[in-house]
């Protein structure tokens, strides 16, 4: 599993409160994603990190904010969270191959275990 | 923007027979990714299409490519209870350089 785990597993909490959520990573990955699965949807990228320091929006962003100060840690924030944020969220990674041009990346996304915000 | 479709939404089958999910793209993937969730799970990499036309087997899974890269489809042949989750497709755009998933396709296996 990529050595990828995900904390907390489950969260309730209330709407216009503050959430944080950790993925950690034992094998210093670069490439880092984080994402929201809702039933018909399927899985949405919210924001990915392609490095220290260096991340960018997906598709659906909004009311999202992440950090990435240690390649091992990508964090997701929600500044004040809303029912519509209920949810379950995954992170994922993504290996780099080593080559030429600094690597190539590969595409295959390996996930965490989920975390099922409830936002109430 | 970009999308990824996915058909059917639902599929229930017999202990035994076929089934097969259908994705396709409004844009030319570079590649097409497939990933099974097990219900309360996350999802897993099954396996990559790279080249058009191109087809793979795993076991009783046979997996496809489409000619224009725009489509690609998952059969599995005879089903078993082991075969329950959810089968995701995972498209590369080019252009947008990120993955994309389809909503997927949630098989029940009735013993």
């Known amino acids: 599993d990529a050595g990828i785990t995900q904390s907390p597993r489950h969260k309730v909490t209330e709407t216009g409160t503050p959430v944080t959520l950790r993925c950690h990573q034992t094998e210093n990955h670069r490439y880092m994603y984080w994402y929201r699965q809702d039933p018909g949807h399927g899985l949405r990228l919210i924001h990915y990190s392609y490095g220290v320091k260096d991340t960018d929006k997906g598709e659906v962003s909004d009311g999202y904010s992440v950090s990435r100060s240690k390649t091992e840690d990508f964090l997701l924030t929600l500044e004040s969270a809303t029912s519509s944020q209920t949810s379950v969220y995954f992170c994922a990674i993504s290996y780099l191959l080593p080559g030429l041009a600094g690597g190539r990346r590969v595409d295959t996304q390996y996930f965490g275990p989920g975390t099922r915000l409830t936002v109430l | 923007g970009q999308q990824v479709m996915q058909i059917p939404q639902y599929q229930h089958v017999q202990e035994g027979e076929d089934f097969t999910t259908y994705c396709n793209s409004s844009?030319?993937?570079?590649?097409i990714q497939w990933y099974k969730q097990r219900p309360g799970g996350h999802p897993v990499f099954l396996i990559q299409?790279?080249?058009?036309?191109e087809v793979k087997k795993q076991k009783r899974l046979t997996f496809q490519f489409g000619e224009a890269k725009k489509n690609s489809s998952l059969h599995i042949t005879a089903t078993q209870t082991t075969d329950v989750g959810t089968y995701f497709c995972?498209?590369?755009?080019?252009?947008?350089?990120?993955?994309?998933f389809g909503p997927g396709t949630s098989l029940s296996v009735i013993p």
């Open positions: 299409l790279v080249k058009s036309g």
């Open positions: 995972a498209g590369l755009i080019t252009s947008y350089d990120k993955v994309i």
């Open positions: 844009t030319t993937l570079s590649n």
